[in-house]
């Protein structure tokens, strides 16, 4: 696997999981509130949310990154990766 692929599979799996824990928490807070059953509520949320999100990030963030660079450079910007 070369180092552009195991950086697409490792950036993926953060993002998602990143993702999955804030915005399941997020919802779970709205929905519920914050009370004795939220961590349950909130993990079996996470459970559910994280592999669609992984799915997600892995379909789409090349493409999202490509518009974006698209988006910054049609305005003049100077898109160049770190």
Known sequence: ??????LRWVFSF?????MSAVMSGWVTWIVAGL??????????AFIMAWPAAFTIVML???SVQRLS???VQQRGGDCQSS
């Open 1 to 6: 696997m070369s180092d552009t692929q195991k």
């Open 14 to 18: 953060l993002m998602s999981l990143l």
């Open 35 to 44: 009370n004795a059953q939220f961590l349950q509520h909130w993990s079996r």
């Open 60 to 62: 789409c963030a090349p």
């Open 69 to 71: 660079q698209h988006l």
